[in-house]
Antibody
Framework: QVQLVESGGGVVQPGRSLRLSCAAS????????MHWVRQAPGKGLEWVAV????????KYADSVKGRFTVSRDNSKNTLYLQMNSLRAEDTAVYYC??????????????WGQGTLVSVSS | EIVLTQSPGTLSLSPGERATLSCRAS???????LAWYQQKPGQAPRLLIY???SRATGIPDRFSGSGSGTDFILTISRLEPEDFAVYYC??????????FGQGTKVEIK
């Protein structure tokens, strides 16, 4: 059974940094692309970043490009999102989601339960 | 950017009724690149439909997807109590490559 468990969220001041983690189990983590998707309180879904199965291919939404970095450690079955220069508008629940293939493809097959990031002074 | 507009914003129906949810794209979307998700309060989204028509694993056959080009439909043939939730459509292939509609809430009438 696919399980994705996010951690690392919390309250952080504007301009500071935070690193999110997503621990994967129940499937061969190193065989799938992985995404981060966020949802601001009471709002819809916004794709944030994707990383290919081997970490060689990464893409970002314009809203986070240059501030956020996605990475993975296949030996630890863990996905990361390093978030720098955080802004109030980054406040959201951050979900990790598994792709259906090793390279970024059309949809998000499995989702974690999310971790809340709140950017506030 | 491909903008997805979902309608209606809220659908008020009774259990057993048929629900028809619309997703309209600002540009043509490859049918293979359109998906639908269900989200219940406090929960993560769940994949329902991919490739516009294909049900994800474990999804009941009362859920069906249709459409092409710029107009796509999610139909729930007979609403069960557990189907009251928010539904999102999502496309792949524009820039940014993955975008979502704003959601349709299906509520109990």
């Amino acid at each position: 059974q696919v399980q994705l468990v996010e951690s690392g969220g919390g309250v952080v001041q504007p301009g500071r940094s935070l690193r999110l983690s997503c621990a994967a189990s129940g499937f061969t983590f190193s065989s799938y692309a992985m995404h981060w998707v966020r949802q601001a309180p009471g709002k819809g879904l916004e794709w944030v970043a994707v990383i290919s199965f081997d970490g060689s291919n990464k893409k970002y939404a314009d809203s986070v490009k240059g501030r956020f970095t996605v990475s993975r450690d296949n030996s630890k079955n863990t996905l990361y999102l390093q978030m720098n220069s955080l802004r109030a508008e980054d406040t959201a629940v951050y979900y990790c989601a598994r792709d259906s293939w090793q390279l970024p493809s059309e949809y998000f097959q499995h989702w974690g339960q999310g971790t809340l990031v709140s950017v506030s002074s | 950017e491909i903008v997805l507009t979902q309608s209606p914003g809220t659908l008020s129906l009774s259990p057993g009724e048929r629900a028809t949810l619309s997703c309209r794209a600002s540009q043509s979307v490859d049918s293979g690149h359109l998906a639908w998700y269900q989200q219940k309060p406090g929960q993560a989204p769940r994949l329902l439909i991919y490739g516009a028509f294909s049900r994800a694993t474990g999804i009941p056959d009362r859920f069906s997807g249709s459409g092409s080009g710029t107009d796509f439909i999610l139909t729930i043939s007979r609403l069960e109590p557990e189907d009251f939730a928010v539904y999102y459509c999502q496309q792949y292939g524009g820039s940014p490559q993955w975008t979502f509609g704003q959601g349709t809430k299906v509520e109990i009438k």
